[in-house]
């Protein structure tokens, strides 16, 4: 059964800082573009950053620019994205999912997380 499992959301504090992890369970990372995608509460989903698995090349939205970072390990089957300076917008729930990730775009595939829930609140 493929299936990607999200972690390590929570509640920060803006300025703070939280790292998220997407596992691959019953397929391999190694061929699959990965994607980071989240949805505020009556808004619609966003894409936030992807990497590619040709050459680890990576995409970030503008609003996340310079302040996340997405990276794999594919020994460990996972993609993380880290998210610094957190602010009040970035409140959302996260998930990862396998992508189309171009140079100026990223498109969700098939195969989703459940989410992780990131607050960010002071």
């Known amino acids: 059964q493929v299936q990607l499992v999200e972690s390590g959301g929570g509640l920060v504090q803006p300025g703070g800082s939280l790292r998220l992890s997407c596992a691959a369970r019953?397929?391999?990372?190694?061929?699959?573009?990965i994607g980071w995608f989240r949805q505020a509460p009556g808004k619609e989903r966003e894409g936030v950053s992807c990497i590619r698995s040709s050459d680890g090349s990576t995409h970030y939205a503008d609003s996340v620019k310079g302040r996340f970072t997405i990276s794999r390990d594919n020994r460990k089957n996972t993609v993380y994205l880290q998210m610094n300076s957190l602010k009040l917008e970035d409140t959302a729930v996260y998930y990862c999912?396998?992508?189309?990730?171009?140079?100026?775009?990223?498109?969700?595939?098939?195969?989703w997380g459940q989410g992780t829930q990131v607050t960010v609140s002071s």
């Open positions: 019953g397929f391999t990372l190694d061929y699959y573009a």
């Open positions: 999912a396998t992508s189309f990730c171009g140079t100026a775009t990223m498109i969700p595939g098939d195969s």
